[in-house]
């Protein structure tokens, strides 16, 4: 056992070298990889694979009681992953901008700091991006735990011939962040206007109601405006605050604590089998205005064996009258006889929107 602070240090510089003599042989094998794919034209992006190589990290982490935990060790990796890829073959990364939201936060999350990302103004702007080939993928949020789905990513999904290839839920924490070093001299706050919904009890707790409250198109541009303010403050996540250099007074400031929002990563290929998949389908049944038609459309599900976890109805823009298409998730990949044989029995009313390995699985959620 070491003795002393320095001999602690000198064994911590070998192991640095060490870890960059693996890294370095690691992205030997990368490079080789990535030159097979491209003669075969194959995909750089493959979640199921990544997903395997975490669940085997995780079961050998635990059977040799290592002192991680399964969230530190998805963190290390998963930006090994996001520099491999770029190693393997460069590509554009398309989301709903500006830099410095959550949508940044999540496209970061997968694909690293080293990828070339284009922020979009609009959700339907990402999707044009990715459709016409400038991007080969795009995150986009879908659903919020506090506001509910995102309706125009559903409409676009509903049209658009790219696929659903990974999820992701990242936690969604406010700031509060300012230059000045006291509340007491705050004349502004800005934010986007869910901003100042989401931390209403924050703000009335430190007498702050009665600070003009500036809504902006983002938490983002609500940064940028708190840097050069040295009288206001913003309401902001903390890749916007760190991003634009606006010191975080305090942070986790929102209301609800768990609130999640889930993203979808967008690309144009087909994610193989992994075991433990999701799939997202769009449902548009042909006698939806009759008695029962969703209960008998879902049984066959129910007959199958398939659990769903999500239902969610949408307005249709091509029925006569006010008819509803219907977006479903549920646990399974495309490929899983099981689940062919249900799409078999409505080939002509779903719409395949993507499979791809599941984020918060049924036994695995707390884990991973």
């Not at 008819?323 to 006889?337: L, V």
């Amino acid at each position: 056992m070491f003795q002393t602070l320095q001999e602690c240090r000198d064994a911590i510089d070998k192991s640095d070298n060490k870890l960059l003599e693996l890294i370095n042989e690691r992205m030997k094998i990368v490079k080789r990889v990535g030159q097979i794919k491209n003669q075969l034209g194959a995909t750089i992006y493959r979640p199921e694979r990544e997903k395997e190589i975490l669940h085997r990290l995780h079961a050998i982490n635990k059977r040799e009681d290592g002192l991680l935990n399964n969230a530190a060790i998805d963190a290390i990796m998963l930006e090994i992953f996001a520099v491999s890829r770029n190693l393997e073959r460069a590509e554009k990364v398309a989301y709903l901008g500006p830099e410095g939201t959550f949508t940044h936060q999540a496209a970061e999350s997968r694909f690293g700091a080293m990828c070339e990302y284009l922020p979009l103004s609009t959700i339907s702007g990402v999707f044009k991006a990715l459709e016409s080939a400038r991007a080969k993928f795009a995150v986009v949020p879908i659903e919020s735990r506090q506001d509910g789905v995102v309706g125009e990513t559903l409409d676009l999904l509903a049209h658009s011939p790219m696929k659903i290839v990974a999820e992701l839920y990242i936690p969604i924490h406010m700031t509060l962040s300012t230059k000045k070093e006291s509340l007491k001299d705050l004349k502004r706050i800005y934010s986007k206007d869910k901003g100042f919904g989401q931390c209403r009890e924050f703000l009335s707790e430190h007498s702050l109601d009665h600070v003009e409250q500036i809504p902006v198109e983002s938490t983002a541009k609500a940064a940028m405006l708190a840097a050069d303010d040295p009288d206001s403050a913003a309401i902001c996540s903390h890749i916007a605050a760190k991003l634009y250099g606006v010191p975080i007074m305090f942070e986790n400031i929102e209301d609800m604590i768990d609130n999640q929002t889930r993203f979808v990563i967008l690309s144009d290929f087909k994610n193989a089998q992994s075991g433990d998949d999701k799939t997202s389908i769009l449902a548009r049944l042909k006698d939806s205005k009759s008695s029962g038609s969703l209960a008998r459309f879902l049984q066959d599900f129910e007959r199958a064996n398939i659990n769903l976890s999500k239902i969610e109805s949408r307005p249709s823009r091509e029925d006569d009258g006010f008819g509803y298409w219907f977006f479903i998730d549920f646990y399974g990949h495309i490929d899983d006889e099981k689940i062919q044989s249900v799409i078999a029995k409505h080939t002509d009313e779903i719409t395949w929107l993507g499979s791809y390995a599941c984020t918060h699985s049924k036994e695995n959620q707390d884990e991973i």
